[in-house]
């Protein structure tokens, strides 16, 4: 394992325990920056695979998962969900 993924991995892993608590919590951060950040944590993924850091490239996957939950978890706390369902005709 090279110093870069060590690095990267640590962080990575830092970063994923700190999300349990805003995905178990009430609120949620807005759904754009969720969103955002979901976006451009899914790019890091095949970054990293492809500079062949391969344990920040599992943490990242951990990561990008708990930003993508709290992105489903801030639209349906918002109804985005259920307004985006009636306009395209699905009660």
């Known amino acids: 394992m090279s110093w870069q ?3 990267m991995t640590c962080g990575q892993f830092i970063f994923a325990v700190s999300l349990i ?12 920056t969720s969103l955002m ?6 790019a890091y993924i095949p970054t ?3 500079l062949g ?14 930003w993508w939950t709290l992105f489903f978890q801030s639209c349906l706390a918002k ?6 369902c009636k306009k395209r005709g699905r009660s």
């Open 5 to 7: 993924d060590m690095v």
């Open 21 to 32: 608590p805003t995905i178990r919590a009430k609120e949620k951060p807005a759904w754009s």
């Open 37 to 42: 950040t979901s976006i451009v944590s899914t």
């Open 48 to 50: 990293l695979w492809s």
């Open 53 to 66: 850091l391969y344990v920040s490239f599992v943490a990242t996957i951990l990561v990008t998962l708990g």
């Open 79 to 84: 109804g985005r969900v259920k307004k985006l």
